[in-house]
């Protein structure tokens, strides 16, 4: 297969892969340019919800946060990132579920506020709009790399706890108390994540993180303010200005995320499937409470 870089930094478009004919072979060449570039893109995919599940399945055990929900005949349902009713209609700019949406507009990791956080997300691009809506990428590990000593020294065998609630509570206290962002207990992950594979470390943060390990509220919470304004700089970021039928697949754990605005008047649908992470993935060394 053929790569193109999309960053100098990180994050390559893949050519000549057929997603939804996805061998275990081709997978292992994918997953090693996964654990390399931290992002990848393939382009006119034509994979639908099976295919989509069956593709996040090579990469380990998918997360389903509504499984507590379910009953055992319930099959799992893709997710969808989208301001699209049930019924066909466009959601208002303002109501409960558009806010939850600007509040993926916050730079983050997803499920750092969960027991298990996510290896990666694979996102398909379903309809899409001609302006706004894109999705940016930071690479913490290249940020990481560049960081200041005196940075770096604070947050030495540290962690950052974490929870959904706060990062809501951004965009809107009434969206934050909805009980679905309360099923779990606050989460604390060390603050680097080192890649089993290759060794290098990533800075591993959320707009979820709400305090540093050992530091006060006012003193953590100015610490990971400034560690996010570090590893989000233009020179760590990939813009992805969506197409229909693309696919784009990151590293969570070396890869911040956020979508951007479009005109919410627009149709906008992205389907969206979460992988655990696993002993394998090194998330058990990322544990500061076992």
């Known amino acids: 297969m053929r790569t193109a870089p999309l960053h100098?930094?990180?994050?390559?478009?893949v050519h000549d892969v057929e997603l939804s004919?996805?061998?275990?072979?081709?997978?292992?060449?994918?997953?090693?340019?996964?654990?390399?570039?931290?992002?990848?893109?393939f382009r006119n995919q034509d994979i639908d919800d099976a295919a989509h599940i069956r593709l996040a399945q090579f990469f380990g055990p998918i997360e389903d946060?509504?499984?507590?929900?379910?009953?055992?005949?319930?099959?799992?349902?893709?997710?969808?990132?989208s301001?699209?009713?049930a019924d066909g209609n466009i959601?208002?700019?303002?109501?409960?579920?558009?806010?939850?949406?600007?509040?993926?507009?916050?730079?983050?990791?997803?499920?750092?506020?969960?027991?298990?956080?996510a290896l990666t997300n694979i996102l398909v691009g379903r309809i899409v709009t001609q302006t706004g809506g894109a999705t940016e990428l930071a690479s913490t590990r290249a940020?990481?790399?560049?960081?200041?000593?005196?940075?770096k020294t604070q947050i030495t065998g540290k962690g950052f706890w974490h929870r959904y609630a706060h990062s809501r509570a951004k965009i809107s206290p009434e969206l934050a108390a909805l009980p679905m962002f309360h099923?779990?207990?606050?989460?604390?992950?060390?603050?680097?994540?080192t890649n089993p594979v290759n060794g290098r470390e990533a800075l591993y943060i959320a707009s979820h993180a709400f305090g540093v390990d050992g530091?006060?509220?006012?003193?953590?919470?100015?610490?990971?303010?400034?560690?996010?304004?570090?590893?989000t700089r233009d020179p760590y970021i990939y813009r992805h200005h969506w197409q229909a039928n693309d696919v784009l697949i990151w590293d969570q754990r070396a890869v911040l995320h956020r979508g951007t605005a479009w005109n919410y008047k627009k149709a906008r649908k992205l389907s969206s499937i979460c992988v655990s992470a696993t002993p394998q993935d090194g998330v058990d060394a990322m544990r500061l409470i076992v």
């Open 21 to 41: 004919d996805l061998t275990h072979a081709t997978y292992l060449d994918i997953r090693a340019l996964f654990e390399e570039h931290s992002a990848l893109l």
């Open 91 to 117: 959601t208002n700019e303002m109501d409960l579920h558009t806010l939850h949406l600007k509040a993926n507009m916050l730079w983050h990791c997803d499920s750092t506020f969960l027991p298990v956080p």
């Open 183 to 193: 099923k779990w207990p606050d989460q604390l992950w060390r603050a680097i994540w």
């Open 83 to 85: 301001n699209i009713r």
């Open 65 to 81: 946060r509504s499984a507590d929900n379910l009953t055992a005949s319930d099959d799992f349902e893709v997710p969808q990132v």
């Open 8 to 13: 100098d930094r990180f994050a390559v478009e």
């Open 215 to 231: 530091m006060d509220s006012t003193s953590g919470a100015e610490l990971i303010d400034r560690l996010m304004e570090w590893v």
């Open 143 to 151: 940020g990481y790399a560049d960081m200041p000593d005196h940075l």
